[in-house]
């Protein structure tokens, strides 16, 4: 799976957007583009995913750019709730009976403030 | 609540003691995973089982012993640890194939002694 870089870590206001950056310039066209966060000592847990398109649901919107080399995910008005490690990560589709293996990386620390 | 739980959330064990870890699914999922998170380190991924078979081990010491008896069941076995084990162990499962998403149980910290 390509290699995506984060900055390290974020601040955001309460209530204002967080647009959190991610780098996947290896990316092949049959990558996604899947973001997960991880609260403080407790299970990661999935907010969006995207092949091309920019995509939106309850919880946020995932802009890729056009040449899907970065991509930008957005929390349009982000609660204390929200502070959390923020990873993006790079997964080829998987097909048939092949599992969906998800690797790590360090992700951004984005802390919201009051 | 994910609709993977994981038991117990916190354990203590003594570097001779044998233990286990369990964690279990009810939604459908055919694809269970065992991963590890030591204190500012990335998640690593350990096992992953497929329809109850285990089709990947991702280097781990066999002092870790996996075990899936069903679709809906993943447990670890833990023998002779070492300190350095002390980790938040996190299961997730899913379904095979597609671009759905995985989901996590809130893990066990594992504390060895």
């Known amino acids: 799976d390509a290699k995506t870089t984060q900055p390290t870590s974020m601040d955001c206001a309460e209530g204002r957007a967080a647009n959190l950056p991610c780098n996947h310039s290896t990316i092949s066209g049959n990558e996604y583009v899947y973001w997960y966060r991880q609260i403080h000592s407790q299970g990661p847990q999935y907010i969006i995913h995207?092949?091309?398109n920019n995509e939106t649901n309850e919880m946020a919107s995932l802009i890729i750019t056009e040449d899907r080399k970065s991509s930008t995910l957005i929390l349009p008005h982000a609660t204390l709730r929200d502070t959390a490690v923020y990873y993006c990560i790079v997964r080829l589709w998987a097909s048939g009976g092949s599992n969906y293996k998800l690797t790590f990386g360090k992700g951004t620390l984005l802390t919201v403030n009051p | 609540e994910t609709g993977v739980t994981q038991t117990p959330r916190h354990l203590v064990m003594g570097m001779t003691n044998k233990k286990s870890l369990k964690c279990e699914q009810h939604?459908?999922?055919?694809?269970m995973y065992w991963y590890k998170q030591s204190a500012k380190k990335p998640l690593e991924l350990m096992f992953v089982y497929n329809f109850k078979e285990q089709t990947e081990n991702n280097s781990v010491p066999s002092r870790f012993s996996p075990e899936c008896p069903n679709s809906s069941h993943l447990f670890l076995h833990l023998h002779t640890l070492q300190p350095e084990d002390s980790a938040l162990y996190l299961c997730?499962?899913?379904?095979?194939?597609?671009?759905?998403?995985?989901?996590f149980g809130q893990g066990t910290r594992l504390t060895v002694v």
């Open positions: 995207g092949l091309k």
């Open positions: 939604l459908g999922h055919n694809a």
């Open positions: 997730a499962s899913s379904l095979t194939g597609g671009n759905t998403e995985a989901f």
